[in-house]
């Protein structure tokens, strides 16, 4: 199996060319897109064909040719009480009920969100297949994932994102490249395994 460091991305490098403070959101809507499909690109033995595609806060760059997500990026909310949200809850039971079925999925895998549920992020194109002690945080490596979307649930207005890395033809990557910046801090990126 290929590690995460074939197709991740030297952010620490790029953050020192740039010569001001750096502000994941403006950079992801310039710079960071060209980058993640730059990267995505070498993943992929077809060409590509990237759409850009907003939903509320979060915007996805999404591959026509596999039928997945390159990233998914935006700035948080807490509208999780919204009713909107609410009605989405038995939506979500649904999809969660047949997912594993759905998809042929194994059960060590749980239906992931790019983007929390909780502060913004959606279904469809936003759901992936996550490994389940990563999801539920019952590991070690699970632990500091859910500290870091807990994190952008106790400061409103991160800039966050989610890149999932792939080396086959499927939509289930085998590592999620996870970003958050919360407002006026450093930004904190980390790569979890997901196979």
């Given at each position: 199996?290929k590690?995460?460091?074939?197709?991740?991305?030297?952010y620490?490098?790029?953050f020192?060319?740039?010569?001001?403070?750096?502000?994941?959101g403006?950079?992801?809507?310039?710079?960071l897109?060209?980058i993640?499909?730059?990267s995505y690109s070498?993943?992929?033995?077809?060409?590509?064909?990237?759409?850009?595609?907003?939903?509320?806060?979060f915007?996805?760059?999404?591959?026509?040719?596999?039928?997945?997500?390159?990233v998914?990026y935006?700035t948080?909310?807490?509208?999780s009480?919204s009713?909107?949200?609410?009605?989405?809850k038995?939506r979500?039971?649904y999809?969660?009920?047949n997912?594993i079925?759905?998809?042929?999925i194994?059960t060590?895998?749980?239906?992931?969100?790019?983007?929390?549920?909780?502060?913004?992020?959606?279904l469809?194109m936003?759901?992936?297949?996550?490994?389940r002690?990563v999801?539920?945080g019952?590991?070690?490596e699970g632990?500091?994932?859910?500290?870091?979307e807990s994190?952008v649930l106790?400061?409103?207005?991160?800039?966050?994102?989610s890149?999932?890395?792939?080396?086959?033809?499927t939509w289930?990557?085998?590592?999620?490249?996870?970003?958050?910046?919360?407002?006026?801090?450093?930004?904190?990126?980390r790569?979890?395994?997901?196979t």
């Amino acid at each position: 199996m290929k590690a995460e460091s074939d197709y991740s991305i030297d952010y620490n490098a790029f953050f020192k060319v740039c010569t001001q403070e750096v502000n994941l959101g403006l950079l992801a809507v310039n710079e960071l897109s060209e980058i993640w499909i730059c990267s995505y690109s070498k993943q992929s033995l077809l060409s590509p064909s990237i759409l850009s595609i907003t939903l509320e806060d979060f915007t996805f760059l999404w591959d026509e040719t596999y039928e997945r997500v390159v990233v998914a990026y935006g700035t948080s909310s807490h509208n999780s009480q919204s009713p909107k949200r609410i009605r989405e809850k038995s939506r979500i039971a649904y999809y969660y009920r047949n997912f594993i079925s759905r998809y042929q999925i194994n059960t060590a895998t749980d239906t992931g969100h790019f983007i929390a549920h909780s502060f913004g992020g959606g279904l469809d194109m936003n759901l992936f297949p996550q490994k389940r002690d990563v999801n539920r945080g019952y590991s070690p490596e699970g632990i500091a994932y859910r500290k870091m979307e807990s994190s952008v649930l106790d400061n409103p207005g991160s800039f966050l994102f989610s890149r999932p890395l792939y080396y086959d033809e499927t939509w289930q990557p085998f590592y999620i490249e996870y970003g958050v910046q919360h407002p006026g801090k450093t930004p904190y990126i980390r790569v979890f395994t997901n196979t």
